[in-house]
């Protein structure tokens, strides 16, 4: 997954003995730079021309954003990592045609947005501006690591009537064994980068290492939720999904696709009808498995 991983592996858990500061530091810019930038698809270009494009800064950072319809009934699209709005274009469609106006952003590092590198405490500042300039969203429709941002914005002051998880992750640690892991670091490393987050990133909020999961204070969300994620979802484990169901209690349903991946579920029309049906009217029904041929009994 990356670029001269020996290399990066010997060189950091050498450092973390030595100088757990620098090495926390390296640590954390490789943890939060994405790899590769996502393209406009020919299909997402029409809906991105017609978009209102405006730019925001956010911790010195120029953000690109998009906004879509009158103004009235404002609901926030939030991609995930390596990925850009454009890929919730779907979405965008669909809550116009129901009198909504969709409002969405390229993180730092993604999409048409400069930058490298970006993290979850500056989606959270970008929520917070664009909720600043639209008002409250009527919902939020957040994909993959853009769930997790999202719920952490929501809980920290951004408030909307509902939300909708797509591929979700909900576990900010299975993020960071992920990268331990696949760099194969040191338990030293790790402790030594969340120093430097809580010392350099977010140092007037204490603990803000332990509220970046969704189980942290989920009752702060007050909003009814829909999760979407497919059984096959082979980016985000389907454990996420239940995870972010059992924090959320009996205000979650999770709907459980099959056959759509972590990416085509942002295509399929069954997710993306019932999910702009949820925001736009907040009407939860009985839990079903959706599948490629249509929705079939709960299991």
């Known amino acids: 997954m990356y670029p001269m991983a020996p290399l990066i592996r010997t060189a950091l858990n050498a450092t973390a003995r030595v100088a757990p500061g620098p090495a926390g530091r390296w640590a954390f810019h490789l943890f939060v730079r994405p790899l590769g930038r996502a393209k406009v698809r020919p299909g997402e270009r029409v809906l991105l021309a017609a978009a209102r494009t405006g730019t925001l800064h956010v911790r010195g950072k120029e953000v690109v954003t998009y906004a879509w319809g009158d103004g009235r009934r404002p609901v926030l699209l939030v991609h995930g990592w390596s990925s850009r709005a454009s890929r919730l274009g779907a979405f965008a469609e669909e809550l116009l045609a129901r009198g909504c106006s969709p409002v969405a952003f390229d993180g730092p590092g993604h999409g048409d947005s400069p930058g490298r590198a970006t993290n979850i405490v500056e989606y959270r500042e ?24 999202a719920l952490f914005a929501l809980r920290d002051g951004v408030r909307t009537a509902r939300f909708v998880g797509l591929g979700g992750v909900g576990s900010f640690a299975m993020l960071l064994e992920g990268f331990r892991a696949g760099l194969g670091l040191d338990e030293r490393v790790v402790r030594a980068m969340r120093g430097y987050v809580e010392r350099r990133l977010a140092p007037g909020e204490p603990g803000i290492w332990d509220r970046f999961g969704a189980d942290h204070a989920p009752d702060e969300l007050g909003a009814p939720v829909l999760l979407f994620h497919d059984e096959g979802d082979d980016m985000v484990p389907p454990a996420q999904a239940r995870f972010l169901a059992r924090s959320h209690g009996e205000r979650a349903r999770l709907v459980v696709t099959r056959g759509l991946g972590h990416r085509r579920i942002l295509t399929d029309p069954d997710v993306v009808a019932e999910a702009v049906a949820f925001a736009t009217a907040g009407s939860v029904t009985e839990p079903a498995v959706r599948t490629r041929e249509g929705v079939g009994p709960a299991v």
Do not use: N, P, Q, T
């Not at 600043?132 to 769930?147: L, T």
């Open 126 to 149: 970008i929520i917070r501006e664009l909720r600043a300039r639209h008002g409250d969203f009527e919902a939020v429709v957040a994909h993959s690591f853009g769930v997790l941002a």
